[in-house]
Antibody, heavy 112, light 108 residues
Framework: EVQLVESGGGLIQPGGSLRLACAAS????????MSWVRQAPGKGLEWLSL???????YYADSVKGRFTISRDNSKNTLYLQMDSLRAEDTAVYYC??????WGQGTLVTVSS | EIVLTQSPGTLSLSPGERATLSCRAS???????LAWCQQKPGQAPRLLIY???SRATGIPDRFSGSGSETDFTLTISRLEPEDFAVYYC?????????FGQGTKVEIK
């Protein structure tokens, strides 16, 4: 059974950094497209970043230069390093296996 | 960036009725890489349709997807009580993915 479990969310002050993790089971992260998507409170879905199995990484303009996607194949885990966080980054963050599977999400709150 | 526009914003229907949701892209979606997902309150989204018309594993056949290039449709043939939710289209045809703003299907 495919499972994606996000962790690392919490309350962080503006300007701070946070690293989210997405532990995968039931498939191999290294051979799949993996992405991060977020949803601000009461809002729609926003695609953030994509990691191709071949190694390419891509970002939405809203997070380019501040967020970094990476994977640790030995741990079968996807990461999202988030720097220079802003209040508008407050959202539930989901990792996905392509478009097929979604994690349950982790809440990030950026506030002083 | 491909912009996806969903219509209507809200659809008010009764159980048993047919729902037709539209998703229009600002430019052609590569290889018809268009997905539909469903989200209920407090839950993560769930994939319904990928490749514009292929149902995901375990999705009932009352859900169907159609369309190509810039115009796509999700049809729910007969609404069940558990189908009242928000539906998003998503294009994944390149290196920049995007979502539509969502259509809420509510009980009339």
């Amino acid at each position: 059974e495919v499972q994606l479990v996000e962790s690392g969310g919490g309350l962080i002050q503006p300007g701070g950094s946070l690293r989210l993790a997405c532990a995968a089971s039931g498939f191999t992260v290294s051979s799949n497209y993996m992405s991060w998507v977020r949803q601000a409170p009461g809002k729609g879905l926003e695609w953030l970043s994509l990691s191709y199995s071949g190694g390419g990484t891509y970002y939405a303009d809203s997070v380019k230069g501040r967020f970094t996607i990476s994977r640790d194949n030995s741990k079968n885990t996807l990461y999202l390093q988030m720097d220079s966080l802003r209040a508008e980054d407050t959202a539930v963050y989901y990792c996905t296996r392509g478009v097929l599977n979604w994690g349950q999400g982790t809440l990030v709150t950026v506030s002083s | 960036e491909i912009v996806l526009t969903q219509s209507p914003g809200t659809l008010s229907l009764s159980p048993g009725e047919r729902a037709t949701l539209s998703c229009r892209a600002s430019q052609s979606v590569n290889n018809n890489y268009l997905a539909w997902c469903q989200q209920k309150p407090g839950q993560a989204p769930r994939l319904l349709i990928y490749g514009a018309s292929s149902r995901a594993t375990g999705i009932p056949d009352r859900f169907s997807g159609s369309g190509s290039e810039t115009d796509f449709t999700l049809t729910i043939s007969r609404l069940e009580p558990e189908d009242f939710a928000v539906y998003y289209c998503q294009q994944y045809g390149g290196s920049s993915w995007t979502f539509g703003q969502g259509t809420k299907v509510e009980i009339k």
